[in-house]
């Protein structure tokens, strides 16, 4: 029987790397598309050798051409850390609308599955705890951050819109804060700053005074949430996440633990709409997916350290 073959967008990024990876797993012929403004060939690097396995550097707010059949089409291309989508506003929202519009007309036309990456910023600075796929969100959309929110909003639009009109067979996940292996040292992002200031003896930045929540999915339980997500009849949202809550200050103390560092903390202001609580509402994944994470905080944060720490 012929392998199903997926096209994923965003494939050497940290999250697209690590579902590349998974999909070889489960018998998928992949073709890999990154224009690597963020992704790195490093993350593919084991990849490349594998005959199942396609590297296209592209960047896909160009037309796609893709020769033969396509099964499934999974974009999950854009920058995603607030370092990233602050320095290529535009880009964000060219990737976040083009792009998927591009990817979109490939699914179309290869009559393929399609899966748009969202994310939890959708909800922006929630006023509803925890945040329900029901949950309009509270956004703003000419903020510092409105290029990367509303980009991802509006690709939820455009994947609705096709599923509407042309009958196109989709899935949208809505990513909260993961982290794991293959996160760019200095991406900007809680999880990787606290590890690289705590492994170089630096003080561990905390914004405001570090009350704020997070809640931390390690991403080898994400990539299993979306690869049953793939297989699943729900054409609507679905928040993938770790619903337990840590503050920031919680965070910072366990990567101090877990590190052995000396390191201090130190206080800095609040950037702008920085959201205050961030936790989901995964009962509907539980539901559909039978799926709920499995590790840990402390479990993943010391995998992650690991791998930093052979990079520092």
Same mark, same amino acid.
């Given at each position: ?5 997926a096209?994923?967008?965003g494939?050497a ?6 579902l590349?990876?998974?999909?070889? *797993?489960d ?14 060939l ?5 990849l ?7 590297? =296209?550097?592209?960047n896909?707010t160009?037309?796609?051409g ?15 850390? +607030?370092?990233d989508?602050?320095?290529? @506003?535009? +880009? ?5 609308s083009?792009g998927?519009?591009n990817?979109?007309?490939l ?10 990456a969202?994310?939890?910023e ?8 925890? *945040? ?8 703003n ?7 990367y ?22 899935r ?5 804060n993961?982290?794991? @292996? ?14 690289? *200031?705590?492994?170089?003896? =630096?003080?561990?930045?905390v ?10 999915c390690?991403?080898?339980d ?14 609507? @949202?679905?928040?993938?996440?770790? @619903?337990?809550?840590f503050?920031?200050m ?18 800095k +202001?609040l ?14 994944a ?5 799926w *709920? ?10 995998k992650?350290?690991?791998?930093f720490?052979?990079?520092?």
């Amino acid at each position: 029987m012929p392998k199903k073959i997926a096209v994923v967008t965003g494939g050497a990024g940290f999250i697209g790397s690590h579902l590349c990876e998974r999909l070889i *797993q489960d018998d998928f012929r992949v073709i890999c598309l990154d224009n690597l403004i963020t992704g790195k060939l490093e993350n593919i690097r084991r990849l490349l050798k594998d005959k199942n396995f396609l590297f =296209k550097k592209h960047n896909v707010t160009e037309f796609i051409g893709i020769k033969g059949k396509v099964d499934y089409v999974l974009h999950f291309a854009s920058p995603a850390s +607030p370092e990233d989508y602050l320095e290529f @506003p535009i +880009p964000t929202l060219k990737v976040g609308s083009l792009g998927t519009h591009n990817a979109l007309g490939l699914a179309k036309e290869k009559k393929a599955k399609f899966m748009f990456a969202s994310t939890s910023e959708v909800y922006g600075d929630p006023l509803i705890h925890p *945040q329900p796929e029901s949950y309009w969100g509270n956004v703003n959309p000419i903020g510092v951050r409105g290029c990367y929110d509303e980009s991802k909003r509006f690709g939820e639009a455009i994947t609705m819109a096709y599923r509407r009109m042309h009958r196109l067979d989709t899935r949208i996940l809505r990513i909260f804060n993961t982290y794991g @292996p293959r996160m760019r040292i200095l991406d900007g992002r809680v999880v990787p700053n606290f590890i690289y *200031q705590a492994l170089h003896h =630096k003080p561990l930045t905390v914004y405001g005074k570090g009350k704020q929540t997070r809640s931390f999915c390690y991403v080898y339980d994400l990539v299993e949430g979306i690869a049953r997500l793939m297989r699943a009849e729900i054409h609507t @949202p679905v928040n993938l996440g770790n @619903p337990h809550e840590f503050t920031i200050m919680q965070l910072a103390k366990l990567v101090i633990e877990l590190t052995g560092t000396k390191s201090k903390i130190v206080f800095k +202001p609040l950037p702008e709409d920085d959201p205050k609580q961030r936790k989901p509402d995964i009962a509907l994944a539980k539901k559909i997916l039978g799926w *709920q994470p499995k590790i840990e905080l402390k479990e993943g944060l010391g995998k992650t350290i690991d791998w930093f720490s052979r990079r520092a």
